[in-house]
């Protein structure tokens, strides 16, 4: 069955640099883009980027644009967001999840907090 | 942005009711709206595609119906598993938006 197992959540201090992973299983990955997804504490879904199945187009929300970069891994069935330049309202679980037409299958997230 | 409007924000509804929930769209997104239902500490679930294509797997008392700017999701016979926060979410263009969300408690 399809699986996705976040891990690299943690606290870390405004400024600084985290990267958050993605391992996918049940799937052949390399036919599907993917999406990463956050939601801040008691707060609603908010998009934040997207790769294609090739790891070539890559799109992201303007709240993360410059300071975040999602890539992928093919031979490694494994997602990545690198998230540089952190800010207190970078905090929030983060999702990772397939796209078929829509985010069809999702993780069980990864908690990043960003404080001093 | 496509900014999604969600309504009610809270609805509070009886085990067997049925229950309809509001999504607009700032623009014409066609039919390009999914649901996703999600529980306290759990990821979303997806539930309702393309506005009113059931996801394999979700029980039929879901039904979504809409298109343009105004879509609904629609449970009929509330069930006590269906107590839960739902979420519309617009795929028509970049960025992809969500609701607020609507929080279905019971009453």
């Known amino acids: 069955q399809v699986q996705l197992v976040e891990s690299g959540g943690g606290v870390v201090q405004p400024g600084r640099s985290l990267r958050l992973s993605c391992a996918a299983s049940?799937?052949?990955?390399?036919?599907?883009?993917m999406d990463w997804v956050r939601q801040a504490p008691g707060k609603g879904l908010e998009w934040v980027a997207l790769?294609?199945?090739?790891?070539?187009?890559?799109y992201y929300a303007d709240s993360v644009k410059g300071r975040f970069t999602i890539s992928r891994d093919n031979s490694e069935n494994t997602l990545y967001l690198q998230m540089n330049s952190l800010r207190a309202d970078d905090t929030a679980v983060y999702y990772c999840?397939?796209?078929?037409?829509?985010?069809?299958?999702w993780g069980q997230g990864t908690l990043v907090t960003v404080s001093s | 942005d496509i900014q999604m409007t969600q309504s009610p924000s809270t609805l509070s509804a009886s085990i067997g009711d049925r229950v309809t929930i509001t999504c607009r769209a700032s623009q014409s997104i066609s039919s390009w709206l999914a649901w996703y239902q999600q529980k306290p500490g759990k990821a979303p679930n997806l539930l309702i595609y393309k506005a009113s294509s059931l996801e394999t797997g979700v029980p039929s008392r879901f039904s979504g119906s809409g298109s343009g700017t105004e879509f609904t999701l629609t449970i009929n016979g509330l069930q006590p598993d269906d107590f839960a926060t739902y979420y519309c979410q617009q795929y028509n263009s970049y960025p992809w938006t969500f609701g607020q969300g609507t929080e279905v408690e019971i009453k």
């Open positions: 999840a397939r796209r078929s037409t829509v985010m069809d299958y």
């Open positions: 049940g799937f052949t990955f390399s036919s599907y883009p």
């Open positions: 790769i294609s199945n090739d790891g070539r187009d890559t």
